[in-house]
Nanobody, 115 residues
Framework: QVQLVESGGGLVQPGGSLRLSCAAS????????MGWYRQAPGKQRELVAA???????NYADSVKGRFTISRDNAKNTVYLQMNSLKPEDTAVYYC?????????WGQGTQVTVSS
């Protein structure tokens, strides 16, 4: 059974940085493109960044130039480096395959950007 476990969230001041990690069981990274998603209170979940198996990336306009997705297929781990964080980045962040599968949503990791 594939499981995705997110970590690395926390409270950070505006302008700060965080690095999220998503560890997967199974061989998911060798098969699927991976994505980071987020859901803010009262809003729908949205794609933040995605990476194909070959490393082609795609970003939401709101995070371009600030966030970087990367993947380590040998470690079955995908990362999201978040710089220049803004209060509007506050959300629960999830990883999943891209396009997402309902079978793979995990608990997510909370990111709060506040002074």
């Amino acid at each position: 059974q594939v499981q995705l476990v997110e970590s690395g969230g926390g409270l950070v001041q505006p302008g700060g940085s965080l690095r999220l990690s998503c560890a997967a069981s199974g061989r998911i990274f060798s098969i699927y493109a991976m994505g980071w998603y987020r859901q803010a209170p009262g809003k729908q979940r949205e794609l933040v960044a995605a990476s194909s198996r070959g490393g082609i990336t795609n970003y939401a306009d709101s995070v371009k130039g600030r966030f970087t997705i990367s993947r380590d297929n040998a470690k079955n781990t995908v990362y999201l480096q978040m710089n220049s964080l803004k209060p509007e980045d506050t959300a629960v962040y999830y990883c999943n395959v891209w396009p997402p599968s309902e079978d793979f949503w995990g608990q997510g990791t909370q990111v709060t950007v506040s002074s």
